[in-house]
């Protein structure tokens, strides 16, 4: 066991090239000890009957070193299940459930605060303050009083904010939707989230200063990236980042409404294999493009036939079989749109263009309107982002 496991992971990501010696970003991730954030964490294996938990909780002293391997190192963990604190939905050290929050792994904290200029000394909204760890290391940068973070969960927020003391930090730390901002701090010099959304919240749009940036990850059920937005004149304009990243869906206190299609649909065959939404991110973002707001997910039909299952919001629907015959996959698509035609076509003209990456891909987003496009924001390739929810 390394001797100072900090130490040991701050050297593995200067060594990866996610933080640079000697700067201030680099100095803060050697003073802010993780394992203050994350005393406890649940580690899971996907079952024949579901995902399952077991909870590693460092007051556990036969736990303390499995503890020590997991939390010091590059590793996405999580801390909440269903709504609450790993150590209060498992109560007897193992269950089921959904997990609704995680500590991020540190290298892609890193690289998101890299993004962020905060050589600039910037004033800056957290949306998502998930353990407090993020929010900790800005707090060494920049100072407490420079720094707000908000999360919807009330658990979180109270958690985050305990931890924060207990280390000397003392940043706004508040319950708040996510999709409304902060309007109490603003404005903001940048915006960034620790949680995706399927679209730019336009609140922020008034609450970031002038040149000032949102960086968040903008994310279907099919796929998406991470964008880096910049402010002018209440408009947001940039590119997506080239490295690939990605989030849990943020929460909202607003139920998703999807309709309904009773429908038997419509057959057909597809050269596209279906597997490569979920092999390939890049195609998997351009899906979500092409179909705007619909969710995939692979299940199986009753006679154990795999399937890859789109659904958007407005009813429509397709099952591709994950298994070819001769060399095609059937399908059936109902309700208003044919979604898998979407994404066939959308597909073909991605590989006719040499498969270029998320940073060929860049957004506009207005009060009322926002799209993707592809390389110029004067592109005819374009895409609309999902509607955004009504502001308040």
């Known amino acids: 066991m390394i001797t100072d496991p ?14 640079e010696e000697g700067t201030v970003l680099a100095e803060a991730f050697r003073v802010v000890d993780r394992g203050a954030f994350v005393p406890a964490f649940a580690l899971f294996d996907h079952t024949g009957q579901g995902t399952r938990y077991r909870l590693v909780d460092r007051a556990v002293p036969e736990q303390r070193e499995e503890w020590a391997e997991h939390v010091y190192a590059d590793q996405t963990l999580i801390i909440e299940i269903n709504g609450e604190p790993v150590t209060e939905a498992l109560p007897d050290g193992s269950g089921t459930g959904r997990w609704t929050s995680s500590s991020t792994m540190p290298s892609l904290m890193a690289r998101h605060l890299r993004e962020l200029g905060l050589e600039t000394n910037p004033r800056v909204l957290e949306i998502g303050v998930g353990s407090g760890y993020n929010a900790a290391v800005l707090c060494e940068v920049l100072g407490d009083e420079r720094v707000t973070s908000i999360d919807i969960s009330p658990g979180l927020v109270a958690g985050a904010a305990r931890a924060l003391a207990s280390q000397g930090y003392r940043p706004v730390v508040a319950e708040h939707d996510g999709h409304q901002g902060y309007p109490e701090r603003a404005p903001y010099d940048r915006i960034t989230s620790t949680t995706a959304f399927t679209h730019v919240p336009p609140a922020w749009l008034d609450q970031v200063a002038p040149g000032g940036m949102i960086l968040v990850n903008v994310a279907g059920g099919t796929g998406g990236a991470v964008l880096c937005l910049w402010v002018e ?26 309709v309904s299609v009773d429908d038997d649909g419509e057959a057909g065959w ?3 294999d279906p597997k490569v939404l979920t092999a390939q991110p890049e195609a998997s973002f351009v899906a979500q493009l092409a179909t705007v707001d619909a969710r995939t997910v692979v299940s199986q039909a009753d006679d ?3 399937l890859l299952f789109l659904e958007g919001a407005d009813g429509a629907w397709a099952e591709v079989e994950t298994c070819p015959v001769d060399g095609r996959h059937r399908v059936v698509q109902g309700g208003p749109r044919r979604l898998w035609n979407l994404v066939d076509h959308t597909h073909r003209w991605w590989e006719g263009e040499g498969r270029p990456s998320w940073s060929a891909f860049g957004a506009t987003v207005t009060a009322t309107d926002q799209w993707v496009w592809f390389r110029s924001p004067d592109s005819a ?12």
């Open 233 to 258: 004149d209440g408009i947001a304009q940039g590119r997506f980042l080239p490295q690939g990243a990605g989030f849990m869906p943020a929460r909202t206190h607003r139920p998703v409404e999807r």
């Open 6 to 19: 900090l130490s040991g992971l701050v050297d593995r990501l200067t060594g990866a090239g996610e933080l």
């Open 304 to 306: 154990g036939t795999e």
């Open 381 to 392: 390739h374009r895409w609309p982002l999902p509607a955004p929810e009504p502001r308040t």
């Open 270 to 272: 597809t050269d596209l």
